[in-house]
């Protein structure tokens, strides 16, 4: 801790994503911070609500401030929607895939999966940059697709062609068809824009670590469809980097959110980390700066939390500015204990007793109150006098 508790308020940086179904990362933040300040009223709580490229990721960005949005979209069933979208404050246009084409959206997940498109992100992209927008961050998480980002491309004005020149809808299950890709109609503004696409994952579009054979079941894919679907994915590919004289598919993050991460490494994206990349646009360094605590959480942690994940990205900053993190979570895995507390302080849940995943959604709240005022009581009988 930088200096004893006794000398001045202490300074505690609430820092956790969303606990999904449940709360917004803004939420979780605010009822961890009610119980901190129940037992140390005088504490200086700073609260800075992370994501990692996934469902929650606008809400956290939008949090540091900026401009929120309604756009005009289609879902993932090609159906006409609305979505929210966002301007920060250094004019960066923030997309949230989960918030278009989200595995959550019901009107979405009622076709079948080789029917579903991303369209939606298109449109949304292209009604920002009808607004100026001209740097686009791309939150890539939760999304129920796998089109290899057809849809996204179709909408900004490509066109894929079968052997008769007929078009071919920018689904799963008609991209076997496409023999020809027409870019000539790509908005041009697009060349003027610079992407980044925010997800923690490092697939390839195609193969058996792609898109389709880790991804897809989650997403309704059979195991009987996983050959075919991966097979019209690497066939798309083929010919859409024939035409376009790029070559992504192999690259790392191709395989996010269904291919949509292909889709924007073939506009030229440029791939990072979602956690990485919205601790930098909020500030959580300059939040650390001075801090004496960090307490970071989602849902459920277990070893997949060390591999990008939000609540492991704000450890990171944590430790190397010198502050120690407790992970308050949803649930712990407990046999991930081991390697989770090789980068934690402290592994706690939240849940007191037994209790059923819907009692604890529905008392979510109070139970983060109530575990971040006890966890406060025991930091504060630990600090030094």
Not at 19 to 25: E, P, R
Not at 55 to 74: F, K
Not at 227 to 233: E, F, I, S
Not at 295 to 312: M, V, W, Y
Request: aromatic share 4%; charged share 15%; proline share 5%.
């Amino acid at each position: 801790m930088t200096t004893p508790a006794s000398r001045r308020a202490p300074i505690v940086v609430i820092a956790p994503d969303s606990f999904k179904g449940s709360l917004s990362a803004e939420e979780v933040a605010a009822a961890i911070g009610a119980g901190i300040q129940a037992a140390l009223p005088e504490a200086q709580v700073r609260l800075c609500p992370i994501a990692d490229g996934g469902e929650g990721t606008l809400d956290a960005l939008m949090h540091a401030g900026g401009e929120r949005l309604t756009v005009d979209c289609r879902n993932a069933a090609g159906q006409p929607a609305s979505a929210p979208v966002g301007i920060l404050k250094d004019g960066s246009a923030v997309v949230e895939s989960a918030a278009i084409v989200g595995i959550t959206d019901a009107a979405g997940m009622a076709v079948a999966v080789n029917q579903r498109t991303t369209l939606g992100v298109g449109d949304a992209i292209g009604q920002l940059l009808d607004r100026g927008a001209r740097h686009f961050l791309v939150a890539l998480g939760g999304s129920s697709t796998n089109d290899g980002g057809a849809g996204l491309l179709a909408a900004l004005g490509v066109k894929f062609l079968d052997a008769s020149g007929a078009i071919v809808p920018p689904v799963p299950a008609q991209l076997q068809r496409v023999t020809q890709v027409d870019a000539s109609g790509l908005d041009a503004r697009v060349k003027e824009a610079h992407f980044v696409a925010m997800s923690d994952v490092d697939n390839p579009l195609c193969g058996e670590e792609g898109a389709t054979a880790v991804f897809g079941p989650q997403k309704g894919v059979q195991p009987e469809q996983v050959a075919l679907l991966d097979g019209a994915l690497a066939h798309f590919a083929g010919v859409l980097e024939q035409a376009l004289g790029r070559h992504a598919a192999g690259q790392p993050g191709a395989g996010a959110a269904g291919g949509l991460g292909y889709a924007l490494l073939m506009l030229g994206a440029q791939f990072r980390s979602g956690a990485e990349t919205v601790a930098d646009h909020i500030g959580l360094d300059e939040a650390l700066a001075g801090a004496d605590w960090l307490i970071t959480g989602e849902g459920r942690s277990d070893a997949q939390t060390l591999h990008g994940k939000a609540p492991f990205i704000a450890s990171q900053r944590a430790r190397r500015a010198g502050v120690p993190t407790t992970l308050l979570s949803g649930g712990i895995d407990r046999k991930s204990l081991e390697k989770l507390q090789t980068s934690f302080s402290g592994c706690f849940s939240i849940t007191f007793g037994p209790m059923s995943l819907q009692d604890a959604i529905a008392q979510a709240p109070g139970l983060l109150k109530d575990s971040g005022e006890q966890l406060a009581r025991l930091w504060q009988a630990a600090a030094p006098r």
